[in-house]
């Protein structure tokens, strides 16, 4: 057919493709991240567990604060103020007898009505699972069956001995609050009450579903979509699907964002963060976090003597690990408390680096020279802290082994049992589940929350934190309990320490400012609350 066209007609048809191809070549391509019913975002590492019971990683966070919903939730940036979610309003005079009136219409995503019984059922489940997060709630509910009572079909009552000012709160937290249908545990619950089928599949009340076959597959992208029966309803301004996609480099996940690729990000390098605040087309939070980056010590092997870690202590550079980790947007705390911290005590020892004083209390402790000591981290992470590490004890003649696992098989170490060859150091970042220093000690300080009790990676355990710990939670103030962890402070950090805590550190989460109604919480680190946003 071009064979009959005229020389005029074939030059008109090739300007024409030209111009088509231009377009095609030359205009940036309509992603799902510009796209008013879709929103991406892209994580360091993959989400790993989906069971409100067991998840305690920041990356699983990001989907779980989509599918799951507890009773209240914290108010915008506040840290101790809350709002009604499940729970439609409550009473406490006291704060010993918790009576909340349920919401009404409410179902889980397999249908499943939600009432009292539904949610004693999910917080009694996360309580005795004993799976990681139930000493969120578990230090305020130590005999659920007894303590959580059915008033009526939409009453819950929970009952203490003695004032408990911080259990709203706590129920406000991200982790291990989440309820679940009673329904989809017991139809999946096999010999584990239904852990192993939540850790890849999801039954909650929140705003959006699993959208991949309803599993999760950690090797592609996770796919979020609107649940239609969700109580708060749906107008055209929601997100209809949310995409968390794994992009392990940081300058990859700046780039995904600048070519609006993404609409947000977490855990980005500081040079990355500071290129994209600079653009003006970012959000990100100028509030300090509530997130200490420290090294655990082990209270074991070459570091069991105090003098031995605290020589760690003095050795380490804080100076570099802020410039080199940080890009000097973070600062060295007062222990392991963060500034903002409930309870955070100023005078708290601070360390100074000292090589000098290092020597002395590695001689005095019996550490010698040509020790070999060993320091663990996940895959694409702590090399500056190990390398910093690594560096100042060579010169006090001790050697470091830096390794590097993926994040499953670090975190299996991390909770795993004592071992001769068990790790000196851990990468460790923590921050509260809730604005309490009981909240912030009890998993990383406890002797009992050592192994899979916690994270107490290692095996930490001193009589006097322990006794401490255990009495503030019979306290029946705050400032009782304030002055309690004052001394916890002083003993984890100078007397008796459990870690080099290296820096308060910034938020590393980048929203893009097409990205409307999204609210920074501390508490709520890494993660969005994907009903609220909109483009």
């Excluded at 420290?294 to 760690?312: E, S, T």
Aim: hydrophobic share 40%; aromatic share 10%; glycine share 8%.
């Amino acid at each position: 057919m071009l064979k009959r066209l005229q020389k005029s007609a074939l030059i008109a048809v090739w300007v024409a493709v030209c111009l088509v191809l231009s377009v095609l070549l030359y205009t940036p391509a309509v992603t799902h991240a510009q796209t008013a019913s879709n929103m991406n975002v892209v994580v360091e590492d993959a989400p790993s567990d989906l069971d409100p019971a067991s998840s305690y990683d920041e990356n699983s966070n990001i989907p779980m604060r989509g599918l799951y919903e507890g009773l209240v939730a914290l108010k915008g940036d506040s840290l101790n103020e809350v709002v009604p979610v499940l729970a439609e309003s409550w009473d406490a005079p006291d704060n010993t007898v918790f009576t909340f009136k349920l919401r009404q219409g409410v179902k889980f995503h397999d249908g499943t009505a939600f009432n009292a019984d539904a949610a004693k059922f999910g917080l009694a489940r996360t309580i005795t699972a004993k799976l990681g997060t139930d000493a969120i709630l578990g230090t305020f509910i130590t005999n659920p069956d007894k303590m959580i009572q059915v008033v009526d079909p939409f009453t819950l009552k929970i009952t203490f001995d003695r004032p408990q000012p911080l259990f709203l709160v706590a129920l406000a937290a991200s982790y291990g609050t989440g309820l679940v249908s009673p329904t989809a545990v017991k139809a999946h619950a096999a010999d584990d009450n239904g852990q192993t089928w939540l850790q890849t599949h999801e039954a909650g009340t929140g705003p959006y579903t699993l959208g991949t076959n309803g599993a999760m597959d950690s090797s592609a992208p996770i796919v979020l979509k609107q649940f239609q029966d969700y109580w708060q309803g749906w107008n055209g301004s929601h997100f209809s699907q949310i995409t968390i996609k794994v992009v392990p480099e940081s300058a990859l996940r700046r780039r995904a964002l600048e070519r609006g690729e993404a609409d947000a990000a977490t855990v980005l390098l500081p040079d990355d963060l500071t290129k994209l605040a600079k653009s003006g087309n970012f959000d990100t939070d100028p509030n300090p976090t509530l997130r200490v980056d420290y090294i655990v010590m082990g209270d074991y092997g070459p570091l069991k003597d105090p003098r031995a870690r605290q020589a760690m202590a003095y050795a380490f550079d804080y100076a570099a690990y802020n410039r080199a980790e940080l890009g000097n947007l973070g600062r060295q705390p007062n222990g392991p408390f963060p500034n903002t911290l409930l309870g955070a005590d100023p005078t708290t020892f601070t360390y100074t680096t000292d090589l000098k004083q290092a020597k002395q209390l590695l001689d005095a402790a019996g550490v010698a020279p040509g020790t070999e000591l060993t320091f663990l981290a996940p895959t694409g992470r702590g090399d500056n802290a190990g390398v910093i590490l690594q560096q100042q004890i060579e010169q006090l003649g001790l050697k470091l082994n830096i390794e590097k696992l993926d994040f499953d098989k670090f975190s299996e170490i991390f909770s795993g049992d004592m071992s001769a060859d068990r790790p000196n150091f851990f990468l460790q970042s923590w921050w509260p589940d809730y604005d309490s220093p009981l909240n912030y000690s009890y998993p990383l300080f406890y002797s009992k929350s050592a192994g899979s009790g916690g994270q107490n990676a290692g095996y930490y355990a001193n009589p006097t934190v322990d006794k401490l710990i255990e009495s503030s939670q019979t306290v029946k103030t705050l400032d009782e309990m304030t002055n309690m962890f004052k001394t916890v402070q002083q003993v984890v950090t100078k007397d008796d320490p459990a870690g080099i805590y290296m820096a308060q550190s910034p938020d590393r989460t980048v929203v893009s400012k097409a990205v409307k109604g999204n609210v920074f919480n501390a508490l709520y680190l890494g993660t969005f609350d994907f009903y609220a946003v909109s483009r």
